[in-house]
């Protein structure tokens, strides 16, 4: 139900009909009016909130629609338990509610074509299509949001003026509110009609095509981001974006689907978003020598089968997890990993991948994350418990969350000399498994008890003037961004963010300064020791590294990604395989401390954070993070621009050689046609002489 309010409005709501029933059947006009004021009341909270309730009632043939008509039915029924079958009023009731429906068909058809009209074949951010092709506004959002509900709730004025007749026995007031009730939807549909014809209907799909192609041709993309998957892992496109903004080469982001382009982070790179296969395959590409793949899904082989291009698989994190030598991958061209242990993985999987094709560019993201510099001068140590979620094959190795999450967290808060605990769990945990939901409660509880108690003891000093002004400069910086940002495509359909979806470039940098100077004023608003749950997109995870001196997590990229810090970690080892077997299964945990589900080896990561120089395993470390990330010389976002560019060679050489080849067997062809009787010879023809 999403909250105690929405459990009542639906307990109500659901209440509400019988009330009505019994009501019509005793009669009782002011029963009536009570009661159906409650379904009204409480259906439109229900609306409002996006209760799952009412998505649910749909699905089982008591929609919004039906829970309108059963209501004013019962309407019906009480006009003739209350003898007035044979009034006008009952008349009137009857031909109203036959003449709303009526025009229910028109007006769900209009908001219908509207809508399906101002979708655009292809969506698009950053690109100039309003100086090549007339994109109108869209009509008010008061006419087409939640436009089903508005329509049905204008029933309201004939239900109050029909009750009112009922009880005043007076026809003239309920037949007022029957004309206001059919005026009003009438003209609705009427302020409907203008937006489905002439200058307000958006270009065809075909001159919206041609208009990107134009503008493709005249930005001339050389590198492709390409990109297909569900809303949920519009983050694997995200954590691309800045890699982009930095190539040398011009970027293009290609997307399939219209959740991830409303979920794409703001980005200065071009955006163009295709959901039918059809268009993209028929999208003039001509100069696009590289196509870059996050993620192995289906769509990718409407980008693949373009010659022209080469196809790199880029992935979207770096670990040991079977989605990293999935042998799918063979399909690309090139497969770039961040270090060598990428390369050592699809050796030693055998999946097809030749070691030809395996490039080391490094982990551009990873240019945020700051090398370790030990615990600073008076402040206590801060261990980050950063888990993932539990998957969707049940694997108990998955997670540590279920088994050992609540043992990790209570010796971290239990430690002597203290530590603080920063607990950011994966945003999916929970999503299927509901021990694990249960879990992250328990364990955000005992953190947020733990907080609770450290500061009520008096050895935890707090400067709370500090952190009173940190916060008056964090409620600034919000409202800065949020004055920057604005509504962004909130508000705006599709056609008008395509039209006006320019980033302005000045205020994205803004932006994103504030964004850091945000992060820093965050941490300083709260004291150094308190212990603290971080859920939602900021602080971001990259954030969390940084203040954090420690980390305990599980087998993921997350892993990979701390492992550039140089810090000491933990990795739990939830299936219990055993420490050697599962540092021999899982590069990313050689240099690591290995947690068995009850934590009790948690003494030696705090003791190498107390005491970096006695750390048995600082040296591992090193030594792992180059097999795993690559050099730190040259930045890994020059390895990756010298990688584009190296195979963006590569395809102009096929090209060329490609056309050259056409160009011979053109000629050969034509000298042919243009002798008659005459062959022409080709290599190794001796036309008879010399044989013997």
């Not at 009952?90 to 709303?100: D, N």
């Amino acid at each position: 139900m999403g909250s105690a309010a929405q459990l009542a409005a639906a307990v109500l709501m659901m209440a509400g009909f019988p009330a009505l029933m019994l009501a019509a059947l005793v009669p009782s006009v002011p029963a009536f009016a009570a009661a159906a004021a409650v379904t009204y009341l409480a259906d439109h909270y229900l609306h409002r909130k996006g209760s799952y309730l009412i998505n649910r009632l749909s699905k089982v043939r008591a929609g919004l629609s039906i829970r309108f008509l059963i209501r004013q039915l019962l309407l019906v029924l009480l006009l003739a338990r209350l003898s007035l079958a044979d009034n006008l009023i009952y008349y009137g009731a009857i031909a109203c509610f036959i003449a709303f429906y009526g025009l229910q068909a028109p007006h769900g058809a209009l908001v219908q074509l509207i809508r399906n009209r101002r979708r655009m074949p292809v969506a698009t951010r950053n690109v100039d299509l309003k100086s090549r092709i007339r994109i109108p506004d869209a009509p008010p959002r008061r006419l087409l949001h939640r436009s089903a509900e508005k329509m049905l709730h204008l029933d309201l004025f004939a239900v109050a003026g029909i009750l009112l007749a009922a009880q005043v026995k007076s026809a003239l007031v309920g037949f007022v509110g029957i004309g206001i009730t059919v005026a009003v939807a009438t003209l609705y549909v009427l302020a409907l009609v203008p937006y489905v014809r002439g200058r307000k209907i958006p270009p065809n799909a075909e001159k919206v095509l041609a208009a990107v192609d134009d503008w493709l041709g005249e930005y001339k993309p050389e590198t492709v981001l390409y990109f297909s998957g569900s809303k949920d892992s519009a983050y694997q496109v995200n954590m691309w974006l800045d890699t982009m903004e930095n190539l040398d080469s011009k970027p293009l982001i290609i997307l399939r689907e219209r959740a991830i382009l409303n979920n794409l982070a703001p980005t200065t790179v071009p955006v163009i978003c295709v959901p039918g296969g059809v268009h993209l395959m028929n999208m003039d590409l001509s100069t696009v020598r590289v196509a870059l793949y996050a993620a192995n899904v289906g769509k990718n082989i409407h980008m693949l089968r373009v010659p022209t291009i080469k196809h790199v698989f880029i992935g979207h994190g770096d670990s040991d997890k079977l989605a990293s030598v999935n042998p799918y991958s063979k399909v690309y061209d090139e497969v770039w990993t961040a270090g060598r242990a990428g390369r050592d993985r699809y050796a030693i999987a055998d999946v097809g991948v030749r070691d030809d094709d395996i490039v080391e560019v490094g982990r551009p993201q990873l240019a945020p994350i700051q090398t370790w510099q030990g615990v600073p001068e008076g402040r206590i140590p801060t261990v980050l418990y950063a888990p993932t979620w539990e998957g969707w094959d049940g694997n108990p190795g998955n997670t540590s969350v279920v088994l050992a999450g609540e043992n990790i967290v209570k010796r971290l808060v239990q430690a002597d000399p203290p530590v603080r605990v920063l607990y950011k769990p994966h945003p999916f945990t929970g999503n299927v498994s509901k021990e694990a939901g249960a879990a992250h409660r328990r364990i955000t509880a005992l953190v947020q008890k733990a907080a609770a108690e450290r500061a009520a003891d008096s050895r935890f000093v707090t400067d709370s003037a500090a952190q009173a002004q940190a916060k008056a400069e964090l409620a600034r910086i919000e409202a800065r961004i949020a004055q920057l940002v604005g509504t962004g495509d909130k508000g705006r359909d599709e056609a008008e963010a395509t039209r006006d979806g320019q980033v302005d470039v000045a205020r994205h940098e803004e932006v994103a300064r504030l964004r850091t100077e945000w992060n820093d004023v965050y941490w300083r608003s709260f004291p150094t020791w308190e212990h603290r749950v971080i859920t939602g997109a900021e602080p971001r995870l990259y954030d969390c590294f940084n203040v954090s001196d420690a980390m305990v997590s599980d087998i993921s990229s997350v892993v990979s990604d701390f492992i550039a810090s140089g810090k000491p970690y933990a990795v739990t080892d939830s299936a219990e395989v055993g420490a050697e077997e599962f540092k021999r299964n899982n590069t990313a945990v050689r240099a690591a401390v290995i947690l068995s589900n009850s934590a009790d080896e948690l003494g030696e990561l705090l003791s190498a954070v107390r005491d970096p120089a006695a750390d048995p395993l600082a040296e591992d470390r090193k030594e792992l993070k180059q097999y795993l990330l690559g050099p730190d010389e040259p930045a890994s976002i020059d390895q990756f621009n010298t990688a584009v560019a190296n195979l963006a060679l590569k395809a102009e050489t096929r090209n060329v050689g490609q056309e050259s080849r056409i160009a011979a067997a053109t000629a050969e062809t034509e000298l042919a046609n243009a002798v008659p009787g005459q062959r022409v010879s080709s290599a190794g023809d001796t036309d008879g002489v010399g044989a013997g």
